[in-house]
């Protein structure tokens, strides 16, 4: 019989899938359902002690596109190559609210193997420190510590994108001085080198490294001629998946296999879930497919995990990096002069 658990650092999880933070799990109602759904694990929308996050929620806005970037209809019936572009905003509960709701909801999961995952987004570090000792307190089982929201330029004071290795590090040691529950450091994808910043988190005492976060984009409307949503706008989608997969490949190379990573961006069912593991993540957040799809697309993403194990006999757990560790240099893949002419396009030859 295959196995579907996998161990991440002090914890393990029933199975890789991992329900990611947004507006989908704003809501006691959103987390539940989500729990409903199967996953390992839900990380609830991030909070910070700002009244500008809270603010922002009344100014975001919301837009799925097709691969031709024509707006599509908000049915939760998109195709698997829609692209999700949005403004942002952080949970509109007052943190004691807030906290009550997923401490409550954490203990509730652990009786199913599951976890709701308190997760902060970092604005100033002392009061970051703070909520993170009363999410300990409360109960919650691990914290994810938000560094990498794609917003930062466009909100800065409210929330961060840390791109310096030096800094990420700090940061990180100092939550994780300040509290014994597992911290899960979510970096940002805008960068040259995210292995780098994977291994500055790492440094700084995190227990697993969560990449990526969304990229920051501005899509002009041809009709208008204006910026889509006035704005520019963090995107999401499918395509991301291979530059997630690379990041996931370079930083097991950089870190050692032993680091637990979770692959996050781009993962739109089960068997990118799958292709995410080969590529070296323990674990899988879907964040974006399931609040343009609904939670039925994490009981299918569930499935088709658990269908791909059984169907060749493998356990999650034993297939993490699989992929990554075959990648070849290419100085040492075969040498095939012409080879490139049969893929020009006519007239190139």
Known sequence: MTSSEISIGRISLTNPVICGSGEHVMTEAGITSALASGVGAVVSKSVNETQAGKDQLDRTDYALLD????????????????????????????????????????????????????SIILADLEAAVEMARKVEKSGVRILEFNIGTPYGDEAAGVVTTERFTERVTEIIRTICDAVDIPVWAKITGQSENVAALAKAAREGGADAVVLMGRFLGMIPELETQAPLLGSNLGTGGGWALPMTCYWLSKSRSHLGTEVPLIGMNGARDGNDVIRMLLAGAHAVEMSTAVFTGGFGVLADAVEGVETYLSARGDNAADIIGRAADQVASFKSLPNRPGFWERFAPPGAI
């Open 67 to 118: 691969r031709n970037w024509n707006l599509l209809p908000w049915n939760f019936l998109p195709p698997r190559d829609a692209t999700l572009a949005c403004r942002s905003g952080l949970q509109s509960m007052d943190f004691d609210t807030w906290l009550e709701v997923i401490s409550r909801l954490d203990s509730k999961a652990a009786r199913k193997g599951q976890y709701v995952i308190g």
